[in-house]
C-alpha cells in the first residue's frame, strides 16, 4: 500500500456587499474645552446620521465611540516656549449595504474639516460567504481527488482511497485588491474634500478553501 499525500484548493468569487468605513472627528486647540466642544457637537451629528441611516436599512449596524482628548506640546520655533496643544477626537463607525448613500455621505463629511474618512473595509453578507465557503470546499475535495488519481495513474497504482481529511489554517475572505480598485479607494478623501458625492466601486471578494487530503492507493495488479 502506498500514501499519497495531495493538497487542493479553490476560490470563490462574488461582489462586494457591505462596506465598512470609520470617521473620525478631530480638532485641536489652545484649550480642552474648545476641541471638547467642538468635536462634541461635531461627533454628535455623524452619529445621529449614521443613526438615521440604520433606521432606513442603508446601513446594517454601527457604533460611537466617547469623545476624549489628549495634549502635547508643540515645538513653534528656536528659543520660544513649546505651545501646548489639545486634541478632542470621537469615531463612528459604520457597515454600508447601501453604497451610493456610503459616497454621499462621504461626501457631504468631507466638506468639514473636522471630519477624517478612514479606508473602507468591503466585505459579504453571513449568507453569501457561508455559501462561497461551502461551493469552495466541496472544489477543494474535488481538486484533491483529482490531484490523487494523476499521481496513482503516473505510478501504476489503484484507485486511490480517502484515508484522512485536514483543513489548514483558513485564510479569511478578502477583496481583490486590483490597481483600479486601489486608486478608487485612495480618492476617496480627495473628492470627499471637494463636497460632492463620491462613486464608489465594490469590486469581488475572494473566499478560498485549502484543505489535505491522505490517501492510500494499492500496487495496480497485473495481468500474466
Not at 65 to 72: A, G, I, M
Amino acid at each position: 500500500m502506498v500514501e499519497i499525500l495531495v493538497t487542493g484548493e479553490a476560490v470563490e468569487r462574488a461582489a462586494a456587499e457591505r462596506a465598512t468605513v470609520t470617521v473620525q472627528s478631530r480638532w485641536q486647540a489652545d484649550a480642552p474645552e474648545a476641541a471638547m466642544t467642538l468635536v462634541a457637537k461635531a461627533h454628535s451629528r455623524v452619529s445621529a446620521e449614521a443613526r438615521a441611516f440604520a433606521e432606513s436599512g442603508a446601513v446594517d449596524t454601527w457604533h460611537a465611540d466617547r469623545v476624549w482628548v489628549s495634549h502635547h506640546r508643540e515645538w513653534v520655533g528656536e528659543g520660544q516656549p513649546q505651545r501646548l496643544v489639545f486634541t478632542a477626537s470621537a469615531s463612528v463607525t459604520a457597515t454600508f449595504v447601501d453604497v451610493e448613500a456610503l459616497g454621499t455621505w462621504i461626501g457631504e463629511l468631507g466638506a468639514e474639516q473636522v471630519h477624517e474618512v478612514g479606508g473602507i473595509a468591503w466585505s459579504l453578507a453571513e449568507g453569501t460567504e457561508r455559501e462561497l465557503a461551502s461551493r469552495a470546499r466541496s472544489r477543494a475535495i474535488a481538486d484533491a481527488v483529482a490531484r490523487a488519481a494523476d499521481y496513482a495513474e503516473a505510478a501504476g497504482l489503484g484507485a486511490p482511497v480517502v484515508r484522512s481529511i485536514r483543513e489548514p489554517g483558513a485564510e479569511p475572505p478578502r477583496p481583490l485588491l486590483a490597481k483600479r480598485q486601489r486608486g478608487v479607494e485612495s480618492m476617496v478623501l480627495g473628492a470627499a474634500d471637494a463636497g460632492g458625492a463620491v462613486e464608489l466601486a465594490a469590486g469581488d471578494i475572494e473566499v478560498q478553501a485549502l484543505v489535505e487530503v491522505g490517501f492510500s492507493a494499492e500496487a495496480a495488479s497485473r495481468g500474466d
